[in-house]
């Protein structure tokens, strides 16, 4: 029989920890971004502070040369400077990079400004195999569940609709950026972590198969991919994974992990933020890695949503194989500053393959939405768009 659904607020559970966030990460961070909340909604993570540096202190005039000894006459007039001996004028200092609010198009995640970080990307990687969707494309992906509105897009609105917004959304994007087409793609969280322990203490509710082939069909009707995204609460990957394998052996089926509900600690979710390490992100990309082998597909994505920096521990770690294109995603929201905070302290700084960036729909969420301009200026580009 199919598993009942209790989808869980995403705001209304995120407000009970938004003061724990604030304090605990203000304290770890020196400059940290928001991440993405509990479904739908979205609960910030601390603020970055601005870090902007300051300009130079304008440089001082050369002195002119000595007066003359006192000899009991009076002083000689200091000579005038020959023309050769003139001080060249002083020219503007160009302006530092920059994170928080003031940063402006100096902002530190944008290419040229400055950051050392930029020379790390793209950081050394496997040659995409033949199939492989990154990096030749973009993809952008539709995110929610259909059972709630407050998931996300891919449920707030009716089928029709929804796709129509897709398509509109894929059009924009492919004339901003025509080197990288658009790869639509609806991101449906199938395993969605729960405030109720459920039937088995877990916190989490497995969404049926009907549900998921009905998404599939959605997707296929706009020659999308689909993601699975799961939310493990108290139980595994390892439990979880095997059991969606009858839609990840479908070459155009993905995956999506989401730390933030990964309760390593026994709390339920929403009561603090959850973590995977890198051990877990290199058993999915294993588990993923062995379907391509067993069904002979093209590469698989995983998308990993960062919503904070210790989200996701031991990233240098992850390992990379040439089956497995892995996205490191920025499941932030806030002004763009704030998000741009967030991309260049815990993407950027560290790399692992491929980097995503997170929009919200809603002015509550993002204020304001982040224009896409400024999204194709950060470096490392963002290959991944999840919409919510």
Do not use: C
């Not at 302006?95 to 940063?103: E, F, T, V, Y």
């Not at 059009?171 to 658009?182: G, Y």
């Not at 991101?187 to 969404?207: C, T, Y």
């Not at 304001?368 to 963002?382: F, G, N, S």
């Amino acid at each position: 029989m199919p598993i009942t659904v209790a989808l869980h607020q995403r705001r209304s559970v995120r407000s009970a920890f938004l003061e724990f966030a604030l304090l605990s990460m203000a304290m770890l961070l020196g400059a940290s971004g928001a991440g993405v909340g509990t479904l739908g909604a979205q609960a910030p993570e601390p603020m970055a502070s601005t870090r902007g540096n300051t300009s130079p202190s304008p440089a001082g005039t050369k002195a002119g040369k000595p007066t003359a000894q006192q000899s009991g006459k009076k002083k000689a007039a200091a000579p005038s400077a020959k023309p050769s001996q003139t001080t060249a004028p002083l020219q503007p200092a160009k302006a530092a990079g920059a994170l928080g609010p003031h940063s402006g198009d100096r902002h530190l995640a944008y290419k040229g400004t400055g950051s050392d970080l930029d020379s790390l990307w793209p950081p050394a990687m496997p040659a995409a195999l033949p199939g492989s969707i990154l990096p030749a494309k973009r993809v952008i992906a539709f995110y929610g569940n259909p059972r709630s509105k407050r998931m996300g897009i891919l449920g707030e609105f009716e089928p029709a609709e929804m796709l129509r917004k897709l398509d509109q959304e894929v059009a924009e994007w492919n004339t901003l950026d025509p080197q990288h087409p658009v790869q639509p793609a609806l991101h449906l969280i199938a395993v969605v972590a729960a405030s109720d322990e459920g039937f088995d203490g877990k916190f989490r509710n497995r969404m049926d198969s009907t549900l998921i082939e009905q998404v599939y069909g959605w997707a296929k009707s706009r020659n999308a991919i689909m993601f699975i995204d799961v939310q493990v609460g108290l139980s595994t990957l390892q439990a979880e994974l095997p059991l969606l394998e009858r839609f990840l052996k479908r070459a155009d089926v993905h995956l999506g992990i989401d730390p933030e509900f990964s309760m390593k600690d026994g709390n339920r979710p929403g009561k603090k933020i959850g973590t995977y390490d890198a051990v877990d992100v290199n058993y999915a990309s294993r588990y993923l890695a062995q379907l391509v082998d067993k069904y002979k597909l093209p590469p698989k994505m995983l998308v990993i949503h960062r919503f904070t920096k210790k989200g996701v521990t031991n990233a240098d770690k992850i390992t990379l194989d040439p089956k497995v294109q892995i996205v490191m995603h920025m499941d932030g929201f806030g002004a763009p500053w704030l998000k741009r905070d967030s991309f260049y302290s815990y993407i950027k700084k560290e790399p692992v393959q491929f980097a995503g960036w997170k929009q919200f729909t809603k002015a509550k969420n993002d204020k304001p939405t982040t224009p896409r301009e400024q999204i194709l200026r950060l470096w490392p580009q963002p290959l991944y768009i999840q919409i919510q």
